[in-house]
């Protein structure tokens, strides 16, 4: 079945500065989709890529799905104590149906 | 608008016990779908339904059974609660697959 991976599992981050988390997917993906979860809460949607190539910002966070459809990634610049959670990818592969696979998440914790 | 609501939102069973988490949307969704999330593990996919009346499998269906009688609810049956599925339940509902909408969970322990 369609497996998708995440790395890293932990980022430690000083504030201000900026890092990346990357997701790989088992097989080509019709789009990705990133998400947040703050400790204690529930996933929350943060973006959708469908196209191959395409990269989307949101302030401080540019997020970019690889030309094969295969990957994706996070860059978070000038790191905020308010960017403290888990990110997590998921991906709808082409042949998958209506089922969307979630990696396992980067849990991200920030040092002031 | 609740968005999505799930009850209850924490639970202790003793082994063998039987429950139903229910889960409700008001905002129209088509599809609504069960995870599990277990540390390390991310969030693992039960079961989901693309309409009323539908269900489906995900990647870990066992011990659990699902219902969709009306399009804004979805239940997540569990027959004979085991220790592994000590975990935290998470309900989603989109319109066709794109954002996800989530509940705020159901902390379920299982002694």
């Known amino acids: 079945g369609q497996q998708v991976m995440q790395i890293p599992q932990y980022q430690h981050v000083q504030e201000g500065e900026d890092f990346t988390t990357y997701c790989n997917s088992s097989?080509?993906?019709?789009?990705i989709q990133w998400y947040k979860q703050r400790p204690g809460g529930h996933p929350v949607f943060l973006i959708q890529l469908v196209k191959s190539g395409e990269v989307k910002k949101q302030k401080r966070l540019t997020f970019q799905f690889g030309e094969a459809k295969k990957n994706s990634s996070l860059h978070i610049t000038a790191t905020q104590t308010t960017d403290v959670g888990t990110y997590f990818c998921?991906?709808?592969?082409?042949?998958?149906?209506?089922?969307?696979?979630f990696g396992g998440g980067t849990r991200v914790l920030v040092k002031p | 608008n609740a968005g999505v609501t799930q009850t209850p939102k924490f639970r202790v069973l003793k082994t063998g016990q039987s429950m139903t988490l229910l889960c409700a949307q008001d905002m129209n969704h088509e599809y609504m779908y069960w995870y599990r999330q277990d540390p390390g593990m991310g969030l693992r996919l039960i079961h989901y339904s693309v309409g009323e009346g539908t269900t489906a499998k995900g990647e870990v269906p066992d011990g659990y059974n699902v219902s969709r009688l009306k399009k804004q609810n979805f239940l997540l049956g569990l027959e004979s609660a085991a220790p592994s599925q000590t975990s935290v339940y998470f309900c989603?509902?989109?319109?066709?697959?794109?954002?996800?909408?989530f509940g705020s969970g159901t902390q379920l322990s299982v002694l």
């Open positions: 097989t080509t993906l019709s789009n």
């Open positions: 989603a509902s989109s319109y066709f697959g794109e954002k996800l909408f």
């Open positions: 998921a991906g709808l592969g082409e042949a998958a149906g209506n089922k969307l696979t």
